[in-house]
C-alpha cells in the first residue's frame, strides 16, 4: 500500500507581511513546512514502520521553493517527492484535480493532506480532493488506524467528536492531537538530501481571483488598569458595564 | 436564486442558519432553505418557513447524522433542482468539508469561510482573512454556481419575514460513493454549556493558571457564573489539562464573541488568529510585555489566580 502525503510550503508565523498593490507580500525566507501537514508526514511515516505501508510519497504543489518544505518530509521519513511547479496562486479548487492526478499517478490508496493551510487560511484542499478521486474523507482526525484495507479513525465535528470508517481509498485530513511529529535528525537531513525528488510543471487555471489585499489592525481601547486585584477587578467591572456595555 | 443550507441539532435550526438568512437577503429575494434529516428535521423546515419564501426538506433517515458525501449530494441535487447562483453554509467543522465537494460537483468556485458577502454586478464578491487571519483578502469567484461557506457569527441572526414561506419535502437518491464512508458513534461536548462559536461571553485560559485544577476552579468557575464558553490555548491543551475542541486558535476554533477574557494568555499569533474578531477583549497576565496586550482593550498585568477571584467578586456585585 501506498501513502502520499501533501505537504505546504507556508509562511511561518512570524513571517512579516507586506499589503503589495492586490497581493501580500511575504519574506522569501520566512517560509516552512506548515506545520498541519506534519501530522499528516508522521502518520504515514509510522504505518510504513509499522510494516502497513510499503512507501510514503510526498506531494506539493507550488513553486519552485517548495522543494524546502518537500526536503522536510524527506528528512522526516517519506520515501520520494514529487513537486507540481506553478508561480500561480491557485486556489484549493484549482489545485484538487492536479493532486487527485498526481495521487493516482503514484498509486496511493490513502491521501494526507493538512487540517488548514497556513496561508490560505484553507481547510478546503482535503475536502476538494477527495471529491475529484471520488474517494470519502475524514477530517480534522485525531486517530487513525489501518487493519488491513479497513480505516479507523476518529475526527471532530461542530459539537464534539465522532467514529468514522471506511474502506481504502480515503483521504484524510490531519491536525494537533493526530501524534507528536519527530523532528528531523542531522543525519536523516542529509540522507533526504539524495532522495529522488521530481518536478513537473503545472499549468492549471485559479478559480478564486484576489481583487484586493489588506493588513487590518483592529483598533484596540488599549487600557491598562493598575493598583491591587481588588481595585483594578472593580474597575475592569464597571468599564465592561459602563464604558464597553458588554455586561 | 440563493440556497441556504441548514444546520440543525434537537429539532431546532442552529444559530447560524440566522446568520445564513441575513447574509442571503443581502445577495436577493428569492432566497430557498434546504434542509436535511428524517422526520425529526420536519420542525426545523417548519421554523425557518418564518424566515424564507421557500424551504425543501430533503425527507430522508439516511441524513441525520450524515457523512460529508452524502450531504454533498443532497445538497447538490437540491442546488441543481432548483438552479441555485449561490450556495450559502455555514463554515463550522462539517460545513467547510462540504463546501468544497459539492462546489466541485456542481462545476462551481468556493469562497471559504468569508466575513461578508455580496453581489458587484452579476459577479459573487467576498472577504476573507488569510495567513493565520492576519491579512484580509477581497475575492471574486470566476465561474458560477458559487458555493460560500459563510464565517460563524459574522452575519446577525435575521428577523422572520413578514409573509411566511412554503415547505416541500423530496427524496434524493445516493449512489455507491455516497456510502463509502460509515461514520459512526458521536460524542458530544456540550455538557449543557453554550457551544464556543455561539457564545456572547467567551472565558479562555492558558498556562498562566498553572495547573488544571486552577484552570477548573477560576476559568470554568468565571464562564459558569457568566454563561460564557470555556476556552483554552494550545500550551493547554497540549499539556492535557482541556480538550482539543475548546483549543481557540489556527489549529482549533476561531471565535468572535461580544466579550473574550484571555486570562493567562500570552497570546502567540496562532492564538489571536482564532480570536481577535472579538468585540471586546480583556487580558490578564502576569509579563506586561505580552504580545497579548496588545490586542486587548482592557489589560491588567498580574498573577490570574490572584485577579480573578477579585474579578468575580466585582463582578457578582454590580448592580
Not at chain 2, 434529516?37 to 430533503?58: I, K, Q, R, T, Y
Not at chain 2, 493565520?132 to 483578502?137: D, G, N, V
Not at chain 2, 466579550?259 to 472579538?278: D, I, K, P
Request: with cysteine; charged share 25%; hydrophobic share 50%.
Amino acid at each position: 500500500m501506498i501513502i502520499a502525503t501533501y505537504v505546504k510550503h507556508v509562511p511561518d508565523a512570524e513571517a512579516r507581511l507586506a499589503a503589495d498593490g492586490g497581493r501580500i507580500a511575504v519574506d522569501d525566507h520566512a517560509y516552512a513546512l506548515d506545520g498541519m501537514d506534519e501530522y499528516g508526514v508522521e502518520a504515514a511515516v509510522r504505518l510504513k514502520e509499522a510494516g502497513l505501508a510499503d512507501e510514503v510519497v510526498a506531494l506539493a504543489i507550488g513553486p519552485a521553493r517548495s522543494e524546502a518544505a518537500l526536503r522536510t518530509a524527506l528528512a522526516l521519513g517519506a520515501d520520494r517527492a514529487v513537486l507540481l511547479e506553478t508561480d500561480d496562486d491557485l486556489d484549493p479548487l484549482a489545485q484538487a484535480g492536479p493532486l487527485a492526478e498526481a495521487t493516482r499517478a503514484c498509486g496511493a490508496e490513502l491521501l494526507l493532506v493538512g487540517g488548514k493551510q497556513a496561508d490560505w487560511d484553507s481547510a478546503a484542499l482535503g475536502p476538494a480532493v477527495a471529491e475529484a478521486l471520488g474517494w470519502p474523507v475524514c477530517d480534522w482526525t485525531t486517530e487513525l488506524r489501518l487493519e488491513g484495507r479497513e480505516v479507523a479513525a476518529v475526527h471532530d465535528v461542530d459539537d464534539g467528536s465522532e467514529a468514522w470508517s471506511a474502506s481504502l481509498p480515503v483521504v484524510v485530513t490531519t491536525q494537533q492531537g493526530l501524534n507528536e511529529p519527530r523532528y528531523p535528525t542531522l543525519p536523516n537531513i542529509m540522507k533526504a538530501k539524495r532522495k529522488p525528488l521530481e518536478r513537473r510543471p503545472l499549468t492549471a487555471t485559479a478559480r478564486v481571483v484576489t481583487l484586493a489585499a489588506a493588513l487590518p489592525s483592529r483598533a484596540r481601547r488599549g487600557v491598562r488598569l493598575e493598583g491591587d486585584a481588588a481595585t483594578v477587578a472593580s474597575e475592569l467591572a464597571r468599564r465592561l458595564r459602563d464604558e464597553a456595555k458588554v455586561l | 436564486m440563493i440556497l441556504i443550507a441548514i444546520d440543525h441539532a434537537h429539532g431546532a435550526p442552529r444559530r447560524g442558519a440566522f446568520e445564513l438568512v441575513s447574509a442571503a437577503r443581502g445577495l436577493g429575494s428569492d432566497v430557498a432553505a434546504v434542509v436535511l434529516g428524517g422526520p425529526e428535521a420536519a420542525p426545523v423546515a417548519a421554523a425557518l418557513a418564518a424566515f424564507v419564501p421557500s424551504v425543501v426538506h430533503v425527507d430522508d433517515a439516511a441524513l441525520d447524522h450524515p457523512s460529508h458525501e452524502r450531504r454533498t449530494t443532497a445538497l447538490a441535487s437540491v442546488a441543481g433542482e432548483l438552479g441555485a447562483e449561490v450556495v450559502l453554509l455555514v463554515a463550522g467543522r462539517g460545513g467547510q468539508a462540504v463546501a468544497p465537494r459539492l462546489a466541485l460537483r456542481l462545476g462551481g468556485t468556493l469562497l471559504e469561510d468569508v466575513a461578508a458577502v455580496r453581489r458587484d454586478g452579476t459577479a459573487v464578491v467576498a472577504e476573507r482573512l488569510a495567513y493565520l487571519s492576519r491579512a484580509s483578502l477581497t475575492v471574486r469567484a470566476t465561474a458560477a454556481p458559487v458555493v460560500v461557506s459563510v464565517k460563524p457569527g459574522a452575519y446577525p441572526a435575521a428577523a422572520p419575514a413578514d409573509a411566511p414561506g412554503s415547505v416541500a419535502s423530496r427524496s434524493v437518491a445516493f449512489t455507491a460513493a455516497d456510502d463509502a464512508a460509515r461514520p459512526g458513534e458521536r460524542r458530544s461536548v456540550a455538557r449543557g454549556r453554550v457551544a464556543l462559536e455561539e457564545a456572547d461571553v467567551v472565558v479562555c485560559g492558558g498556562r498562566g493558571l498553572g495547573d488544571a485544577a486552577s484552570f477548573e476552579r477560576l476559568v470554568v468557575g468565571l464562564a459558569d457564573e457568566l454563561g460564557a464558553g470555556v476556552a483554552s490555548t494550545r500550551a493547554v491543551v497540549d499539556a492535557g489539562w482541556r480538550p482539543y475542541d475548546e483549543q481557540v486558535g489556527q489549529t482549533g476554533k476561531s471565535v468572535a464573541p461580544k466579550l473574550y477574557f484571555a486570562l493567562g494568555v500570552s497570546g502567540a499569533v496562532q492564538h489571536l488568529s482564532g480570536m481577535n474578531r472579538s468585540g471586546t477583549v480583556v487580558a490578564v497576565n502576569k509579563d506586561g510585555d505580552a504580545p497579548i496586550f496588545k490586542a486587548s482593550d482592557y489589560g491588567i498585568v498580574g498573577d490570574v489566580r490572584e485577579v480573578l477571584p477579585a474579578l468575580r467578586a466585582a463582578l457578582a456585585g454590580l448592580d
